[in-house]
């Protein structure tokens, strides 16, 4: 099984084949210019994500460690998700109800998120686990697991 | 009041968000500032944004919320002490249906509370991709909603609620419209042929399935 890791928090080493610290390697914000759809199709102006991009096509699973900012995502963590928009076609399919758009890809690993922080609302996490929901319903990714961070531990210590 | 408009688009000037903030700032009489977000560094922004009663965030919707650069400044805004200040929001997104940006509207009015900030509400117009494109008369309607946005904006200091409801049409798409606009698509004729005008201008249309990061062995 190949696996990804995105991880805005936490040392312990989870086994993989590539990992994304984005403490480490903040991502190039998205400037909305659409190359990656219209001129250089699949390809972003910066370069910064390449690795990570074709890491991500290859895994099977993407486990994601991310922190809670506000009540929200983080700004890197958002960022990360605007630049994953080369990875589908600017195409929209209306299949299911609603606009979504098209894959460029035939195949998107499955997709694990835990979390670390704390929201000021029961409200408040649901909205945060209901987007990253979200996303990855967008992404044509399966995403059956966005939990706090302590459900990580003790899958991992049941292993 | 007075009053700061951060245009929160990546494209900064350039983009479909500029002209929203544009014709909404047409009817406004009060001083009002607009910064872009694309050109500053968030914290000075967010910093800036303390010296006004009145913050209007617009911005592009990207992945179902704000992009990341918007995010950002979020990340920096500290609770006002007082409670005085308010906060509006104008999102104009590439879907055409408004509860796309549903998720960002919920999370928007919770961060004003979250900020001590009075909300002001969430303008939401779908369908917007096009607008820097299109010709004038095509986004006269729009531009006048705008306008009469920023108008009453200046009378009363809030949204007026019939124009959001107006501008937030369609919210949903019904079985029909998708079923329609599907067929379109197949046909080459619904919001496919802006793409393929897009592509071929910039010829591109030949790589417009490339795969660049397929891995070797060729499963994906």
Same mark, same amino acid.
């Given at each position: 099984?190949? *696996?990804?890791?995105?991880?805005?928090?936490?040392?312990?080493?989870? #086994?993989?084949?590539?990992?994304?610290?984005?403490?480490?390697?903040? #991502?190039?914000?998205? *400037?909305?210019? +659409?190359?990656? +759809?219209?001129?250089? #199709?699949?390809?972003? @102006?910066?370069?910064?994500?390449?690795?990570?991009?074709?890491?991500?096509?290859?895994?099977?699973?993407? @486990?994601?460690?991310?922190?809670?900012?506000?009540?929200?995502? /983080?700004?890197?963590?958002? *960022?990360?998700?605007?630049?994953? @928009? %080369?990875?589908?076609? %600017?195409?929209? *399919?209306?299949?299911?109800?609603?606009?979504?758009?098209? %894959?460029?890809?035939?195949?998107? %690993?499955?997709?694990?998120?835990?979390?670390?922080?704390?929201? /000021?609302?029961?409200?408040?996490?649901?909205?945060?686990?209901?987007?990253?929901?979200?996303?990855?319903?967008?992404?044509?990714?399966?995403?059956?697991?966005?939990? #706090?961070?302590?459900?990580?531990?003790?899958?991992?210590?049941?292993? | 009041?007075?009053?700061?408009i951060?245009n929160g688009s990546?494209?900064?000037?350039?983009g479909n968000t500029e002209i929203f903030v544009k014709h909404f700032a047409?009817?406004?009489?009060?001083? =009002?500032?607009?910064? =872009?977000?694309?050109?500053?560094?968030?914290?000075?922004?967010?910093?800036?944004?303390?010296?006004? $009663?009145?913050?209007i965030?617009a911005m592009p919707?990207?992945?179902?919320?704000?992009?990341?650069?918007? &995010?950002?400044?979020?990340?920096?805004?500290?609770?006002?002490? $007082?409670?005085?200040?308010?906060?509006?929001?104008i999102v104009q997104?590439?879907?055409?249906?408004?509860?796309?940006?549903?998720?960002?509207?919920?999370?928007?009015?919770?961060?004003?509370?979250?900020?001590?900030?009075?909300?002001?509400?969430?303008v939401?117009r779908?369908?917007s991709?096009?607008v820097s494109?299109?010709?004038?008369? &095509?986004n006269?309607?729009l531009f !006048?909603q705008l306008k009469?946005l920023g108008?009453?904006?200046?009378?009363?200091?809030?949204?007026?609620?019939?124009?959001?409801?107006?501008m !937030?049409?369609?919210?949903?798409?019904?079985?029909?419209?998708?079923?329609?606009?599907? =067929?379109?698509?197949?046909?080459?004729?619904?919001?496919?042929?802006?793409?393929?005008?897009?592509?071929?201008?910039?010829? !591109?249309?030949?790589?417009?399935? $490339?795969?660049?990061?397929?891995?070797?062995?060729?499963?994906?």
């Amino acid at each position: 099984m190949k *696996t990804v890791v995105i991880r805005e928090f936490g040392d312990v080493a989870v #086994p993989c084949q590539y990992e994304l610290d984005l403490r480490i390697t903040a #991502p190039r914000d998205c *400037t909305g210019c +659409w190359s990656c +759809w219209l001129k250089t #199709p699949g390809r972003c @102006i910066h370069k910064d994500l390449d690795a990570f991009y074709r890491a991500y096509l290859a895994a099977d699973k993407v @486990i994601i460690l991310a922190n809670v900012s506000k009540g929200f995502v /983080s700004g890197d963590m958002k *960022t990360l998700f605007d630049r994953m @928009i %080369p990875l589908f076609l %600017p195409y929209i *399919t209306y299949k299911s109800g609603e606009s979504m758009h098209v %894959p460029r890809y035939d195949k998107y %690993p499955a997709v694990e998120a835990y979390y670390q922080g704390v929201f /000021s609302s029961e409200q408040e996490k649901k909205l945060y686990e209901d987007y990253i929901h979200r996303v990855f319903y967008q992404f044509h990714s399966k995403c059956d697991v966005v939990e #706090p961070i302590a459900q990580f531990s003790l899958k991992e210590a049941l292993r | 009041m007075n009053i700061l408009i951060i245009n929160g688009s990546p494209r900064g000037k350039k983009g479909n968000t500029e002209i929203f903030v544009k014709h909404f700032a047409l009817g406004i009489k009060a001083p =009002c500032e607009i910064r =872009c977000a694309a050109n500053e560094g968030s914290k000075q922004l967010a910093e800036y944004s303390q010296l006004f $009663d009145t913050v209007i965030i617009a911005m592009p919707m990207y992945l179902h919320a704000m992009p990341g650069i918007v &995010m950002k400044i979020v990340e920096h805004m500290e609770p006002a002490e $007082d409670g005085s200040q308010r906060i509006g929001f104008i999102v104009q997104s590439g879907f055409m249906e408004s509860a796309q940006a549903r998720y960002l509207e919920n999370y928007l009015s919770g961060l004003a509370k979250q900020l001590n900030y009075t909300y002001l509400g969430t303008v939401i117009r779908g369908g917007s991709a096009g607008v820097s494109m299109m010709p004038e008369n &095509m986004n006269k309607k729009l531009f !006048a909603q705008l306008k009469t946005l920023g108008e009453q904006f200046d009378l009363n200091g809030s949204f007026d609620k019939e124009v959001i409801k107006t501008m !937030a049409r369609p919210v949903n798409l019904s079985k029909g419209k998708c079923r329609m606009l599907q =067929c379109m698509n197949r046909f080459g004729i619904g919001d496919s042929m802006f793409w393929r005008y897009m592509l071929k201008t910039n010829k !591109a249309f030949d790589k417009r399935f $490339d795969k660049p990061f397929r891995n070797s062995s060729g499963t994906t």
